[in-house]
């Protein structure tokens, strides 16, 4: 079962953009595992999969499951729109050694959730891992109903998982639960900033960056112990850091990036054009507030 800190891996660029760093792919996930990740998800929104290749895709999955073999899951996206190109790519992950299937559902021209449903069933017929639904209505513009959570739960035995980043999240994870009969295992996203709620209402893991891992996992250690005293300190002095990069997911990625960059861990924090980086004032506010962090757990 997965559970804890499950990092999205950053896709590292050269300066123009053009090359992808591999040896700073696998550091940073290296970096991830020794701060505590339970697992590392690939090809989510923080990793730009929508500006990468197929092949690099393939590189990307091939580096990850070589640096975590043995050691933790890796969880891999599917997020071809196509029900057909989605079957493909999973077949192809699978076959690489992905742990763990996440499908992002298809958003282009407001699919409804009927297709939505049709679309991720089928899927769940060649899915040989546990799969995960990444339910982000404000990314992909798509609700998706919890009568159309029920129905697919209904029509597979695949372990299930729900990255849940409906908002507000906490009542979303109360309400899905509910009416699925606890079928799915909900993670939250959204870089965690409703992390203790989300414990709280029964979510077994947060998919935040990878910027800093170490502090979702020691709330999270702190609370699965009982000591939800500890575990809200804690996340009351992690708090200001997920709020502040709580934003636009173009700008997610970049304030990730230069936090990466900050710890030595990333050379530059170049996202793919088109990107949104922040002026020079959040940029320096943030290095303020990651110092707070570092200060406070490492």
């Known amino acids: 079962m997965l559970k804890g800190s499950i990092?999205?891996?950053?896709?590292?660029?050269?300066?123009?953009?053009?090359?992808?760093?591999?040896?700073?792919f696998a550091a940073i996930i290296d970096n991830a595992i020794q701060e505590g990740a339970a697992?590392?998800?690939?090809?989510?929104?923080?990793?730009?999969?929508?500006?990468?290749?197929?092949?690099?895709?393939?590189?990307l999955l091939k580096e990850a499951i070589q640096v975590c073999k043995g050691k933790i899951?890796?969880?891999?996206?599917?997020?071809?729109?196509?029900?057909?190109?989605?079957?493909?790519?999973?077949?192809?992950?699978?076959k690489a050694g992905a742990d763990v299937i996440n499908v992002m559902p298809p958003s282009f021209a407001a699919p409804s959730g009927i297709?939505?449903?049709d679309h991720i069933i089928e899927l769940s017929k060649v899915v040989k891992v546990p799969m995960m639904i990444q339910y982000a209505p404000a990314l992909t513009g798509s609700a998706i109903s919890n009568e159309v959570f029920a129905q697919i739960a209904d029509s597979t035995r695949n372990e299930l998982y729900i990255k849940a980043e409906a908002v507000p999240t906490g009542p979303a994870i109360t309400s899905i639960m509910k009416a699925t009969g606890?079928?799915?295992?909900?993670?939250?996203?959204?870089?965690?900033?409703?992390?203790?709620?989300?414990?709280?209402?029964?979510?077994?893991?947060?998919?935040?960056?990878?910027?800093?891992?170490?502090?979702?996992?020691d709330i999270m250690t702190a609370f699965e112990k009982?000591?939800?005293?500890?575990?809200?300190?804690?996340?009351?002095?992690?708090?200001?850091?997920?709020h502040?990069?709580?934003r636009h997911i173009e700008e997610f990625v970049s304030m990730e990036k230069l936090v990466l960059q900050q710890r030595?861990?990333?050379p530059n924090a170049v996202c793919r054009m088109p990107a949104i980086y922040p002026d020079n004032y959040t940029s320096s506010l943030l290095m303020k507030i990651c110092q707070h962090v570092i200060h406070h757990f490492y």
């Open 7 to 24: 990092p999205v891996i950053p896709t590292p660029f050269s300066l123009d953009g053009s090359e992808i760093l591999y040896d700073r």
């Open 264 to 266: 030595g861990l990333l």
């Open 226 to 242: 009982g000591d939800k005293d500890k575990a809200f300190e804690l996340y009351m002095i992690f708090l200001p850091y997920l």
């Open 115 to 117: 297709m939505i449903r």
């Open 73 to 94: 899951p890796v969880v891999a996206t599917v997020t071809q729109h196509a029900t057909r190109n989605a079957i493909q790519e999973i077949e192809a992950f699978q």
């Open 182 to 217: 606890g079928r799915y295992s909900v993670i939250i996203g959204n870089a965690g900033e409703c992390l203790y709620e989300a414990l709280d209402r029964g979510a077994v893991a947060v998919m935040p960056g990878a910027a800093f891992v170490k502090p979702y996992c």
């Open 39 to 59: 697992s590392i998800m690939i090809f989510g929104g923080g990793g730009e999969f929508y500006k990468l290749t197929a092949r690099e895709r393939g590189r």
């Open 244 to 246: 502040f990069i709580q």
